[in-house]
């Protein structure tokens, strides 16, 4: 009993196995090829001591990434390849849990987050 319960799974993980390879070797939708290529692009720029990434958000051109790592704000850009701290005045809480986009009449903006309510806004000009 115990040999065809091996077989059964090893035959399962096998199938598995094949079924992974085959989903990876399809190409994605446009936008999944550039939001690869912004995300590859980014961690490529970024410092390895600002790779752990809390929370980000892009803006819909996938252009932008802004994002919070080690109480930090930064911005990458695709036009200049490059990862920009943000500084700012205001003193954010460590634990900003939420980073969203906007898109106002003239240009877009980051909004920071500490449980539902917008602690800073950062305009995005990429």
Same mark, same amino acid.
């Given at each position: 009993?115990r040999?065809?319960?091996?077989?059964?799974?090893y035959t399962?993980?096998?199938?598995?196995?094949?079924?992974?390879?085959a989903?990876?070797?399809?190409?994605g939708?446009?936008e999944e090829?550039?939001?690869?290529?912004l995300?590859?692009?980014?961690?490529k720029?970024?410092?390895?001591?600002?790779r752990?990434?809390q929370?980000y958000?892009?803006?819909?051109?996938?252009?932008?990434?802004c994002?919070?790592?080690?109480?930090?704000?930064?911005? %990458?850009?695709?036009?200049?390849?490059k990862?920009?701290?943000?500084?700012?005045?205001?003193?954010l809480?460590?634990?900003i849990?939420?980073?969203? %986009?906007?898109?106002?009449?003239?240009?877009?903006a980051?909004?920071?987050?500490? %449980?539902?309510?917008?602690?800073?806004?950062?305009?995005?000009?990429?």
């Open positions: 009993m040999r065809p319960l091996q077989t059964m799974l399962f993980a096998v199938l598995v196995a094949s079924l992974a390879l989903i990876a070797d399809k190409p939708t446009e090829n550039e939001r690869g290529a995300w590859r692009a980014l961690l720029a970024c410092p390895p001591e600002h752990e990434i929370v958000a892009e803006n819909p051109e996938l252009t932008l990434v994002f919070r790592s080690g109480n930090q704000t930064f911005i %990458y850009s695709v036009k200049t390849d990862v920009q701290r943000i500084v700012h005045a205001k003193r809480p460590p634990d849990n939420r980073i969203t %986009y906007t898109n106002g009449k003239t240009s877009g980051f909004l920071l987050w500490h %449980y539902g309510r917008v602690e800073l806004s950062i305009g995005a000009n990429g």
